[in-house]
T-cell receptor, first 113, second 112 residues
Framework: GEDVEQSLFLSVREGDSSVINCTYT??????LYWYKQEPGAGLQLLTY?????DMKQDQRLTVLLNKKDKHLSLRIADTQTGDSAIYFC?????????????FGRGTSLIVHP | DGGITQSPKYLFRKEGQNVTLSCEQN?????MYWYRQDPGQGLRLIYY???????QKGDIAEGYSVSREKKESFPLTVTSAQKNPTAFYLC???????????FGQGTRLTVV
C-alpha cells in the first residue's frame, strides 16, 4: 500500500477555510511537508513540520500533526482563487538513512468564486 | 540565483526513439531524483542518486536509464523499452541529510 495517502479532491468557496488531510505510515519520519503544484509547473514547498511538533502556523497556513494517528493536515484560511492547485503531502524517512522524499497522490483544491 | 533547471519544457518523441531529459542544479545538492507524474497517481520515483557515479532504481525504473557523472547534472533517458512514456517528468534535488526537496519546472513528454 501507499506510504502517504490523501484524498484526491476538495472544493471550497472563496473566503472559506480549506482543510487538506494526509495520513502516513512511516513511524520514523522526521520531516513532513506540504507542497503546492500549479498547472504545468513543478512543486513548491509551502511549509513543513518536524515530527516533534504538534502545530505550525505560517500566515494563512496552519499545519497540525497527530503523531499517534499518523495524521497531518493543512488548513488554508480565507481561501482565494489563487490557492487552486494540487497539494502534496510528503515525508522523508531519516532513520532508515535513505532520505528519499515520498509523496502522496496529491489533493486537487478547487476554489469557487 | 540558485535553482534546479529542467529542459526542455515540452518534448515530442516518435515511438521507438530514445530521448534524454536534462536536469541541472547549482544548489550544491548531493542527491537528485527523477519522478514521473500521471493524473491521479501523484509522483512515482524512477531513479535517484545520492553521490556522483552512483544511482539507484526507484519504483518504476523499467524503460529508463540515468547517469550521474557530475554533481550538478542528472539526465534521464527514456528508452524505447518504456511502454507508456507520455507523462510529466519532474527532477528534484536535496542535501543528503537535509529536509526540503527543490523541484525543477518539469518536462512534458509526448510520444507521437
Amino acid at each position: 500500500g501507499e506510504d502517504v495517502e490523501q484524498s484526491l479532491f476538495l472544493s471550497v468557496r472563496e473566503g472559506d477555510s480549506s482543510v487538506i488531510n494526509c495520513t502516513y505510515t512511516d513511524s520514523s519520519s522526521t520531516y513532513l511537508y506540504w507542497y503546492k503544484q500549479e498547472p504545468g509547473a513543478g512543486l513548491q514547498l509551502l511549509t513543513y513540520i518536524f515530527s516533534n511538533m504538534d502545530m505550525k502556523q505560517d500566515q494563512r497556513l496552519t499545519v497540525l500533526l497527530n503523531k499517534k494517528d499518523k495524521h497531518l493536515s493543512l488548513r488554508i484560511a480565507d481561501t482565494q482563487t489563487g490557492d487552486s492547485a494540487i497539494y502534496f503531502c510528503a515525508e522523508i524517512d531519516t532513520d532508515g538513512g535513505s532520505y528519499i522524499p515520498t509523496f502522496g497522490r496529491g489533493t486537487s483544491l478547487i476554489v469557487h468564486p | 540565483d540558485g535553482g534546479i533547471t529542467q529542459s526542455p519544457k515540452y518534448l515530442f518523441r516518435k515511438e521507438g526513439q530514445n530521448v534524454t531529459l536534462s536536469c541541472e542544479q547549482n544548489l550544491n545538492h548531493d542527491a537528485m531524483y527523477w519522478y514521473r507524474q500521471d493524473p491521479g497517481q501523484g509522483l512515482r520515483l524512477i531513479y535517484y542518486s545520492q553521490i556522483v557515479n552512483d544511482f539507484q532504481k526507484g519504483d518504476i525504473a523499467e524503460g529508463y536509464s540515468v547517469s550521474r557523472e557530475k554533481k550538478e547534472s542528472f539526465p534521464l533517458t527514456v528508452t524505447s523499452a518504456q511502454k507508456n512514456p507520455t507523462a510529466f517528468y519532474l527532477c528534484a534535488s536535496t542535501f543528503l541529510e537535509q529536509t526540503e526537496a527543490f523541484f525543477g519546472q518539469g518536462t512534458r513528454l509526448t510520444v507521437v
